[in-house]
């Protein structure tokens, strides 16, 4: 079921690249397993499925150490407080989920201390969305130049989570407009920065994502069912 489910996203992920034009080994699907048990994530896992996104930095450090002898890659899409900062670099192949400077910052010097230098992307709510994390677009170049000094993060671009919305089409306009940054970003010839990730797009919008340029999809209900919170 999961690998059926994985199976006709990347379907659909295909008809939308060739839609617009794109290849689609640009774009990495991240099967969101967030508040799922481990069998799902192995299930999907030895279907071939390698990139896992997690919200949490405890849940995610468990699944990576239960299923270490698998080669997963595993993106932190929720938000970060600076003192789980540690934790999430040491597990983490890209924080998605990086919201202000002094987040940055810690990231920075933990990924010093463990040798490492630490993929982020800047998390922008950019339809300003009140009840979201995230910076707002306006306030962004800044926050990519402060980041530009540090030298153990690697800025790789940008995440939103968008808007819910009946139709899909609604989201587009955002997804176009974080695409224009990243555009715009690049133009200004900022040192050590070179942004080439959008992580946009979740199971309800995924689709117009991929056709707006989402290079990183994260994709959770479709694949593996809706979340019961309550337990
Ligand atoms: C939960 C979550 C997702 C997955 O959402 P679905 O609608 O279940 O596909 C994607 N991105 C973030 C940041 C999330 O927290």
Redesign the pocket.
């Known amino acids: 079921m999961i690998n059926e489910r994985i199976a006709e996203v990347r379907e659909q992920i295909r008809l939308h690249c060739e839609r617009v034009g794109r290849d689609p080994s640009e774009v990495t699907l991240i099967a ?1 397993s ?1 508040t799922k048990p481990l069998s799902m994530v192995l299930e999907a896992a030895e279907g071939g499925q390698i990139d896992f ?1 997690e ?1 949490k930095v405890q849940e995610m450090c468990e699944k990576h150490s239960l299923a270490s002898d698998m080669p997963l890659r595993w993106h932190l ?2 938000h970060l407080q600076s003192n789980k900062a540690k934790k999430a670099v040491s597990v983490s192949t890209m924080i ?2 990086v919201d202000s400077i002094a987040l940055a910052k810690d990231i920075d010097r933990h990924a010093a201390q463990l040798g490492k230098v630490q993929d982020i992307l800047l998390e922008i709510n950019v339809a300003g969305e009140e009840s979201k994390f995230g910076i707002t677009l306006a306030s962004a170049e800044d926050i990519v130049r402060e980041i530009a000094k540090l030298t153990h993060v690697r800025l790789r671009g940008f ?1 939103t ?1 968008a808007p819910f919305v009946e139709n899909a089409e609604d989201n587009r306009v955002h997804f176009r407009a974080l695409k224009n940054f990243l555009v715009d970003i690049n133009a200004k010839n900022i040192d050590n920065i070179n942004v080439d990730v959008l992580s946009m797009g ?3 919008d995924y689709g117009v994502a991929v056709e707006e340029g989402a290079t990183h999809v ?5 694949i593996f069912g809706h ?1 019961d919170y309550t337990i």
Request: no cysteine; proline share 0%.
């Open positions: 969101v967030k996104g919200n899409i929720g998605h989920s995440m989570v979740m199971s309800g994260r994709v959770g209900t479709y979340r």
